[in-house]
């Protein structure tokens, strides 16, 4: 069997079919690589590309994608909701069948190498991949943005792993890293006030005493005259999609504020959404076999 992982590379252009269409052909040409999906937001100003493959040529795959986008994304113009250190923002790889979280780590440690002395990219490893403590966590490595990161880059405690201390001059920086499965879960608001978000984000993030394995912030999407609560689930397993929806509606509801809708950014596992029906249905005895598509496989 196939050493199979997932790859998710988020790239700062959401706005630009075209770009976007360059860079996910590069994904699409590499024999052995499926591309899942790709997500797009005007707002953010990002996409994000899903794909899986054996692990070689998923490599290959999320390479020509960084190097097609350090060609076509100017980092000095992009503009955008969602934090982000460079053209490809960060690139994980997630063990799917056959491969263990370390061959993935060293995945992610030939990528980085590469991205570095091919492209000139400065590289940051993180999550099971990080060489130090800081930098297990994506948001603790973007610290600053891509605006702050150009000066801080050549302070020894946010020098990279891999490639100079400088930034790329379009392309900013590159964060690679290998992980567990994350769902990209967004809540939208039905108020225009940003500092709601914000509060609510606070009230459910682990590092403000919220939520294990739950990571939000509150945006502003101006296309839609919107607030949204932004978040990534690193672990659905330990802290439910339904438990911090509950939470951020009861939140709301203290602003005088109602949710409007939700959106998974990307895939997103079965599990996690049986695990929703099971709670919000009451379903008793019910078990994923009973999933009609799971017994066409």
Not at 158 to 174: E, K, L, V, W
Not at 181 to 207: C, G, H, P, W
Not at 264 to 291: H, N, S, W
Request: charged share 25%.
């Amino acid at each position: 069997m196939s050493k199979l992982v997932e790859c998710v590379p988020n790239f700062s252009e959401g706005r630009r079919p075209e770009v976007i269409a360059a860079i996910t052909e590069e994904v699409k040409k590499i024999a052995g690589v499926t591309l899942l999906n790709v997500n797009s937001d005007a707002s953010h100003n990002r996409t994000v590309v899903t794909f899986i493959g054996e692990a070689q040529a998923a490599k290959l795959a999320a390479f020509n994608a960084c190097a097609k986008a350090a060609e076509l994304i100017d980092m000095e113009q992009h503009q955008g909701e969602h934090p982000r250190v460079g053209a490809t923002d960060v690139i994980p790889f997630i063990p799917v069948s056959d491969i263990t979280m370390e061959e993935c780590v060293q995945l992610a440690n030939e990528l980085g190498q590469e991205i570095a002395e091919k492209l000139n990219i400065p590289v940051y490893l993180y999550e099971a991949a990080a060489k130090t403590p800081a930098r297990l966590k994506l948001p603790d490595v973007r610290k600053g943005q891509y605006e702050g990161l150009k000066t801080a880059i050549a302070s020894p405690e946010r020098q990279p792993d891999y490639g100079p201390a400088r930034m790329h001059p379009t392309a900013g920086a590159t964060v690679v890293g290998a992980r567990q499965f994350l769902i990209a879960y967004n809540i939208n608001l039905n108020t225009s006030d940003v500092t709601i978000a914000k509060k609510i984000a606070n009230s459910i993030r682990e590092v403000k005493g919220g939520y294990k394995y739950c990571r939000a912030m509150g945006v502003m999407i101006e296309d839609r005259n919107m607030a949204q609560v932004t978040i990534n689930m690193v672990d659905y397993t330990g802290t439910p999609l339904h438990r911090v929806f509950e939470t951020v509606k009861s939140e709301a509801a203290r602003y005088g504020v109602t949710i409007i809708g939700s959106e998974i950014v990307g895939m997103v596992p079965l599990q996690a959404l049986v695990d929703t029906a099971e709670f919000y249905l009451r379903l008793e005895g019910f078990e994923r076999k009973q999933v009609l598509e799971e017994n066409l496989r």
